[in-house]
Nanobody, 121 residues
């Protein structure tokens, strides 16, 4: 069993930055991902990485602006979001799976409760 708790969301102006954190408990050596869901839209993949290896993935709309990273000692994954745009406004969810990282949500059995990110214009 894996429990995930997100934090770090908030309100920021266009061009600003936020750093989201996802603390995992229950086990280590898991792949982690970030997804988001804006009002009236489907949940979409944002970024993912393997826990033990260097593999990372990003959706095209955040490449060059967002960075996913991890601190294995703290069993925590981060999403550094820079140059934020209003279209980044969404609830951001942390997800985990035992196998390698994936870009599709249904391959992640463990999910956090979400944290709201709002970017004002």
């Amino acid at each position: 069993q894996v429990q995930l708790v997100e934090s770090g969301g908030g309100l920021v102006q266009t061009g600003g930055s936020l750093r989201l954190s996802c603390a995992a408990s229950g086990r280590t050596n898991i792949a982690m991902g970030w997804f988001r869901q804006a009002p009236g839209k489907e949940r979409e993949f944002v970024a993912a990485l393997s826990w033990a290896g260097p593999t990372t993935y990003y959706t095209d709309s955040v490449k060059g602006r967002f960075t996913i990273s991890r601190d294995n000692a703290k069993n925590t994954v981060y999403l550094q979001m820079n140059s934020l745009k209003p279209e980044d406004t969404a609830v951001y969810y942390c997800a985990a799976r035992i196998l390698g990282p994936s870009t599709v949500g249904y391959e992640y059995p463990y999910w956090g409760q979400g944290t709201q990110v709002t970017v004002s214009s």
